[in-house]
């Protein structure tokens, strides 16, 4: 009787042993989990932080750069000729105010939704792919009078192509937007309008007359005037000129004055 007694027992305390030695494991391999998931944390940290970095870097870098490629571009008395750029903003810029009106964030009209236009940059098929090229790249251009206030009084009464001199010393404002992953860097050129008179005769009044017309050799849609703005010869004495409807004026030669970058 006394060893079935104490068999019983010895059975019972082998039972309890093994059930305190089971909670001993689960709470050694919790702490081994908790340890292991905190490494993975926070390598993954160290990752991603690095990953920002150096996407951040190549925003900055591209933004940089194609700044001072437009700068070179622009700021070129010969950008009439070779420039795309130039051309667009020649036929559309400080002029048409119904079409791209100025930007004022105080007048009605004339805010970030009807002021600003944005272009999407893609890399040409027809080269090799660019090393450590953004996932995206954007301009966002924008244009304001020139800062002062016998202009401002005057375009509460006329539109802005219709102030004639005045209008020089306007700005052009160029947003040089890279994204890359979560990180975005902005670098935004400032460009200074200076308009000179010409003879619309002249090698840059007639280059002014084509780029206004200039087409896609496939189709009738206009390369540098997509709202096919017509152009005025104030030198015509046969003609009224009408600056409202017909803007693009071939006795006017725009130099385009780098300012600033920030």
Same mark, same amino acid.
């Given at each position: ?38 490494? /993975? ?16 870097? *190549? ?48 007048? #009605? ?7 600003? *236009? ?31 206030? #016998?202009?401002?009084?005057? /375009? ?10 005045? *209008? ?40 002014? #007359? ?6 896609? %050799? ?7 005037? %997509? ?13 009224? %000129?009408?600056?409202?409807?017909? %803007? ?7 130099? /385009?004055?780098?300012?600033? *970058?920030?």
């Amino acid at each position: 009787m006394t060893y079935l007694i104490f068999g019983k027992s010895n059975k019972v305390s082998r039972e309890k042993n093994r059930g305190a030695a089971m909670m001993l494991a689960i709470v050694i391999i919790g702490i081994i989990l908790v340890f292991t998931f905190s490494l /993975l944390l926070v390598s993954y940290t160290l990752y991603a932080s690095q990953n920002k970095k150096v996407s951040s870097v *190549r925003c900055s870098e591209a933004a940089n750069s194609l700044s001072v490629a437009l700068e070179d571009e622009l700021d070129n008395p010969d950008a009439y000729k070779y420039s795309a750029l130039y051309k667009y903003l020649r036929c559309n810029a400080l002029q048409g105010t119904k079409t791209w009106p100025y930007y004022d964030p105080d007048t #009605a009209g004339h805010g970030r939704d009807e002021a600003f *236009r944005y272009f999407d940059l893609k890399t040409n098929g027809n080269y090799d792919a660019v090393e450590g090229f953004p996932g995206s790249m954007k301009l966002c251009i924008y244009w304001t009078p020139k800062d002062d206030d #016998a202009i401002k009084e005057k /375009l509460k009464t006329k539109n802005f192509e219709e102030l004639g001199s005045d *209008r020089s010393g306007a700005e052009i404002h160029i947003e040089i937007i890279a994204e890359s992953g979560s990180q975005t860097y902005t670098v935004i050129n400032t460009y200074e309008v200076k308009i000179s008179t010409i003879e619309s005769t002249s090698e840059e009044g007639n280059a002014i #007359a084509n780029m206004a017309v200039a087409k896609y %050799p496939d189709t009738n849609d206009y390369i540098y005037n %997509p709202m096919k703005l017509e152009t005025t010869d104030p030198s015509n004495s046969n003609v009224t %000129p009408n600056y409202t409807d017909k %803007p693009i004026i071939l006795t006017e030669m725009w130099s /385009l004055d780098f300012k600033s *970058r920030e």
